[in-house]
């Protein structure tokens, strides 16, 4: 006989085998007890967390030969259902028939009567996969079909259905499943194939399942044909690429400790075993949250990598300010993955600059260069001879620049003062592990310059939250004494995100085509809440 899949062979047969989704499960037993059914469902909900599972159970309470509302899994109609060869419970996979044809094939059949159970059931899984045109034709059949009839729609993706579908649904959202939940029913299988797994090895079986069900039970299936009947943490790391907390915790003493050949040594082997790049950078992240997190609040219950062992253990080798300021450069590589996949080497080399860096000379070179030049039009904070903590605040006013007089500034942008910035763009990757600076080297780096006149620099941002932190004017004198070390004239520094940008170069474009353009002037444009000096 062939082998049975473990999501398969321990699909749930009753709603209280279910993991998670316990308001879903309440909600629809209520309705099946007092009789008030919808025509149709919408089950929504990331991959694996019993959006089919349920619509075959809601299925079978409705047909199950003890009544509506039972499961009771020995009668024919129950078990056909399980089988899945129940002529009454119709699974359509809107993937491959997402057409118009299958539809109106689908309407044909809807008005005859149901064979062996009493309601027909017709469960579409992936929906959102269907033509409009398909969605069009299905419509009114949903709106009103016969009473004998009712429809289930499953997606992973309900944004792409169109409203009027939605509108006609009942919509159910399945969240991930818990992670005690998981292992409970992982406990449960385990006992049944009589299979011993390591605490630490399911626990990362329960993490790479991102709570899906039937992700953990298909990665359990495989760690079993890889190990056998017991599997190990290190069978888990081996078999799916991963990093012990072991060696996450050496990787960040060696950076704190400033041990160049013990860290390249390290990253070299991480790329070695071709670990699964962007995992590690999430796992490492969720490694220095934890030693925050204790740090903060002192409480170990709120701990969810590490335990306090652990914690103490990198708190004896890293700052709390040196962890905040890693953090902001691993959130930084995150954003930049997208862009270049060769993550680990990136780390490698940014971790050897900041590895070295000598904060008396940052120091210096910040004396050195900041210099007063602008105020703001109310409380003008002035620049500082001396960096002080890095102060960057969403709270307060905020600049504003209109499209005209940002037209104006593009107009009067250097080219060349642009070329030659972004060469000096990279500097600040030196400055975002400072203990003083690092937050606004950070906030500086997240964005690239976009125009550069003589009055204003502009940074654009993939981020709108970040731009709007930039545009603070209390976070101005921060930014302009640390732009002060990349360049040497003071502006004011303003930023836009992408979709902004997008529509002033259009709005660029479309001027210069009809010959409108602002002249050329050289002064400094109309910005709320500051002024330039004159």
Known sequence: MAYKALYRTYRPQTFSEVAGQEAIVKTLQNALISNKLSHAYLFSGPRGTGKTTMAKLFAKSLNCEQGVGHQCNTCENCLLIKQNAHPDVIEIDAASNNGVEEVRELIDKVKYSPIKGKYKVYIIDEVHMMTSSAFNALLKTLE????????????????????????RCQRYDFGKVSSPAILERLQHVLSKENIHVESAALDMIIQLSEGG?????????QAIAFAGETITEKDILQLFGMISKSEKLNLIESFANKQAARFIQLTDHFIQLGIDEK??????????????????????????????????????????EQTERLLDVMFYLLSDFKVNGHWLRMFQLRGLTLIEKVQDNVKTSLEHKAKPSLSPSKASPT?????????????GESLYIDDLNIIKIMVDGNKEAKQSLLKEWDQL????????????????KDGKPYVLSEHVLILEYDNPLLASKVNRVVNQSALQ???????PEPVLIYAVNRQESLKLNKLFLDLRQL?????????PPSVKNWKFNS
């Open 144 to 167: 009103e079909p016969p009473s004998h009839v009712i429809f289930i729609l499953a997606t992973t993706e309900p944004h792409k259905i169109i409203p009027t579908i939605l509108s």
């Open 213 to 221: 069900m039937r992700d953990a039970l298909s990665l359990l299936d």
């Open 279 to 320: 995992r590690f950078l999430n796992e490492l992240i969720d490694v220095l949250k934890d030693v925050l997190i204790l740090f903060k609040t002192k409480d170990q219950t709120l701990l969810r990598t590490l335990n306090e062992e652990d914690v103490n253990r990198l708190l004896n080798a890293i700052t709390i």
């Open 383 to 395: 620049f500082s001879s001396t960096p002080s903590q890095s102060t960057i605040t969403e709270e």
């Open 429 to 444: 990757d030196t400055l975002m592990l400072d203990d003083h600076v690092g937050a606004t080297a950070t906030l500086l």
């Open 481 to 487: 004494d640390l732009l002060a070390n990349l360049y």
């Open 515 to 523: 010959g409108k353009l602002p002249v050329r002037v050289q002064t």
